[in-house]
């Protein structure tokens, strides 16, 4: 396991026997600290040319209101959750709302190469399940 950074919350690893990056962050999410895990998430998929992500969020809180979520979600949408080259296992437990949201901004938008799921082991199947498909 290769140990990329830790920076506000944010871990990051890159598992090169299972090729995947796994991400952890936790304590309360903000825009601009969401913006920025995107943008290091992204730098570590270029970096091993591995396009698996598996996000945990399930310490992460989100202050934010309704619209906020939106736009955050939408920003995320447009740094790397809408690109079909990648495949996004999300991981959440607590404040479900940006999440959910993200979710059926997913699926509106038929887009089926995000997995958002409360169990761990789930999230974690559908990614190797994509590895192999």
Not at 29 to 51: N, S, V
Not at 71 to 85: A, T, W
Request: hydrophobic fraction near 40%.
């Amino acid at each position: 396991m290769d140990k990329l950074m830790e920076l506000k919350g944010l871990t990051l690893h890159y598992h090169p026997q299972e090729h995947f990056i796994e991400g952890k962050f936790s304590g309360v999410a903000i825009f601009e600290t969401g913006l920025q895990a995107m943008q290091l998430i992204i730098e570590a998929i270029e970096k091993h040319d591995c396009p698996y992500v598996f996000f945990d969020v399930s310490e992460t809180l989100s202050m934010s209101t309704t619209s906020e979520n939106f736009e955050f979600g939408s920003n995320l949408m447009d740094l790397g959750l809408s690109d079909d080259r990648y495949r996004w296992s999300i991981y959440y437990k607590v404040d479900p709302h940006i999440y959910e949201f993200l979710y059926d901004l997913a699926k509106m938008q038929g887009i089926s190469y995000i997995h958002i799921d409360k169990d761990k082991e789930s999230a974690m199947k559908w990614l190797m399940q994509e590895k192999k498909a």
